[in-house]
């Protein structure tokens, strides 16, 4: 396993899956009734965008780095999109000093325990022993953590269905072995199966290969009621070009986290573009109920 998140945290894709995060959260906090937040691949809550790994790639630059100034204020989109940022901002002003340009990026974790209530509860798990530890260090005093270390697929199966009956659970792998675009599909039936009516997001790369079509042909195949996918590309994908985007397909997304999208995603698509090539799309996947 070498594939390590601080090299890329921060990037164009970190920006959009967790916006859609904290949308997701919002709506889920509209009713007072806890939720439960399974990150099932949890990486280490919170990434130092000067540290050695992000040096190398700086691949936050052109991710985070375009919704601040050099001195750490933010860029902002229009006030409808600003409004919707709104706490994914907070959770990055919470990690960094005011008036300093950025100097940290939260992960997953680190921006669900920004937002998340005092009686929702936050399972983090991760497999890398080092990052398992390091995300320890970072979030275990949280009363609302519970952190497990093993491979996400059994976390999945050990978690679900949540007692809270409420949820919203992160399939985010590093897609760097052969099988893993197809166990993530997996991890989502078998989420489904467990929790039907809990919200689910799996995250997929768009690398100019056919993963991106075969992953999201895979889930479709699937056909679980109420499944969405939105697809941000920041240049033209072709073949050994890198990241060129990402995408997420979400199930059963909490009402009107799809409106809120086709607000933002356009505007996303704008802020973070590289080359012409820079696209945006949304589109049901099966009927959205
Ligand atoms: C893309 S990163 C996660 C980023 C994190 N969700 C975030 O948004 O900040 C993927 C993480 O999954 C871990 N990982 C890789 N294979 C795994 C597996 N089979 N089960 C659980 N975690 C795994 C990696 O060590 C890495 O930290």
Excluded at 2 to 15: L, P
Excluded at 27 to 44: M, V, W
Excluded at 65 to 87: H, N, T
Aim: with cysteine; glycine share 8%.
């Amino acid at each position: 396993m070498n594939y390590r998140h601080a090299y890329h945290a921060g990037n164009h894709a970190d920006v959009l899956k967790h916006i859609v995060m904290m949308r997701a959260f919002a709506q889920l906090k509209k009713k007072d009734k806890p939720f439960l937040f399974l990150d099932a691949h949890a990486g280490i809550g919170l990434y130092a965008l000067w540290g050695d790994e992000a040096l190398k790639t700086l691949e936050w630059q052109d991710g985070v780095g375009r919704f601040y100034d050099p001195s750490g204020m933010p860029v902002p989109l229009s006030s409808d999109c600003e409004q919707l940022l709104a706490s994914w901002r907070m959770a990055i002003a919470a990690v960094n000093a005011s008036g300093q340009p950025l100097s940290h990026y939260p992960g997953s974790p680190g921006f669900a325990l920004a937002n998340l209530r005092p009686a929702d509860r936050i399972l983090l798990n991760e497999l890398h022993p080092e990052d398992h530890g390091r995300l320890s260090d970072f979030a275990a005093r949280d009363g609302r953590v519970k952190i497990t270390e093993g491979e996400a697929a059994s976390a999945i199966k050990a978690h679900l269905p949540p007692p809270e009956r409420r949820g919203f659970v992160l399939i985010d792998p590093p897609y760097e072995l052969e099988d893993e675009a197809r166990r993530a599909v997996q991890m989502l039936r078998d989420g489904y199966r467990r929790f039907a009516t809990g919200a689910f997001a799996l995250w997929y790369p768009v690398t100019g290969d056919r993963l991106s079509e075969h992953i999201v042909a895979e889930a479709k195949a699937l056909d679980l009621a109420k499944m969405l996918k939105i697809e941000l590309c920041v240049r033209e994908a072709v073949r050994e070009g890198g990241l060129a985007g990402s995408g997420l397909i979400l199930v059963n997304p909490p009402w009107p986290l799809a409106d809120e999208l086709a607000v933002l995603g356009p505007a996303l698509r704008d802020r973070l573009k590289q080359n012409d090539g820079a696209s945006w799309s949304l589109d049901w996947l099966t009927a959205p109920g």
